[in-house]
């Protein structure tokens, strides 16, 4: 009998559909407070599945395996948990839909300049030159470039290719096209079939120079770190858009205010920021060619069950000793 704990507060049908997964499991819930897991509390579990912390190697001897709730591991970079051999699985791919359509809502926003819509209904009066401020750009044609050809990119990839744009993606690994993560039914590009050119990393630049629309979906890890600088953003057209829904530190923003400001590019769209919650000084809240949403992108209430559906995956691929879905690469720091 294996024991499985699980922190997350998931309500009873859903723990439910974890404790159907196999009677050689013995489930059980624990609530912490504030995410914090109990100075005091010792468990026998072999497997964890963890909203918020877990617990330590000492108070957990029999762990061999935990499940995070969210994508990121950032928080476990600097643990003993790191460092040890046990398995780290993530949520990507939980996210992917909602993402996505984040993203292609920014690109619409920005194609069919809906923040002029709103600016003019504000004020009460249409302007007289309705061509000059409302004329969009239409999608079909437009480059579309996606840095992280992730669960992420690849479905926004799929969105974006009935509109008709031209793909472009960079990926760590362009000789590897599938998608070994979790994938949801019907989405995604599962085959890596959807990009018109996928580009190594180191490639990036001149990617960049080719995009209409830049959207950012990687993860922050050292390498990632301020990627998105100057120099980047002066490669971009200046009539191109960069929208972030990967992490705040991927993009200088001190860079990316000065390219705004100048017009080296014509507008960003940002839901991750390098502080969060964006200080009231930013002067990114001023700039009229940015909308700004406060890292909802994520959002989704199908969220649980869909982690759950992953978690159960992954619990009958654990027992049965096969390899499981989304493995945390502790030498890429994701």
């Not at 002067?283 to 909802?296: A, C, D, Y």
């Amino acid at each position: 009998m294996k024991h499985v704990v699980v922190t997350a507060p998931f309500p009873a049908p859903l723990m439910e559909k974890i404790r159907a997964v196999s009677p050689q499991i013995q489930v059980e819930q624990v609530r912490l407070n504030n995410y914090r897991w109990p100075e005091n509390k010792t468990t026998s579990a072999e497997i964890i599945y963890a909203l918020g912390d877990l617990p330590s190697l000492e108070q957990a001897p029999n762990l061999r395996w935990a499940q995070l709730h969210y994508a990121g591991v950032n928080n476990l970079l600097d643990t003993p948990l790191w460092d040890s051999d046990i398995i780290l699985t993530n949520a990507s791919g939980v996210h992917a839909p909602a993402m996505a359509q984040y993203a292609m809502t920014q690109i619409l926003a920005w194609a069919h300049r809906v923040p002029n819509w709103f600016k003019y209904q504000q004020v009460g009066t249409w302007p007289t030159e309705r061509w000059e401020k409302f004329v969009p750009m239409e999608l079909n044609g437009r480059s579309l470039g996606i840095l992280g050809y992730g669960s992420i990119g690849r479905e926004l990839a799929r969105l974006a290719k009935g509109f008709g744009m031209k793909i472009l993606v960079t990926k760590r690994d362009a000789r590897r096209t599938e998608d070994s993560g979790y994938v949801i039914p019907g989405t995604g590009d599962p085959q890596g079939s959807l990009p018109d050119r996928i580009y190594p990393t180191e490639a990036t630049r001149s990617m960049l120079a080719e995009c209409d629309f830049v959207v950012v979906t990687l993860p922050h890890t050292p390498r990632t770190q301020h990627l998105i600088d100057e120099s980047v953003l002066r490669e971009m057209k200046p009539t191109a858009f960069l929208v972030n829904i990967g992490r705040g530190a991927i993009v200088n923003e001190d860079d990316l205010v000065k390219a705004l400001k100048k017009g080296w590019i014509a507008g960003a769209g940002l839901d991750v920021f390098e502080q969060e919650p964006l200080p009231d000084s930013s002067p990114l809240w001023q700039l009229p060619n940015v909308i700004l949403t406060p890292h909802v992108s994520g959002f989704t209430p199908a969220y649980d069950e869909r982690n759950v559906e992953l978690f159960t995956q992954n619990l009958r691929r654990y027992l049965a000793g096969e390899p499981l879905l989304n493995v945390v690469n502790r030498e890429l720091g994701y």
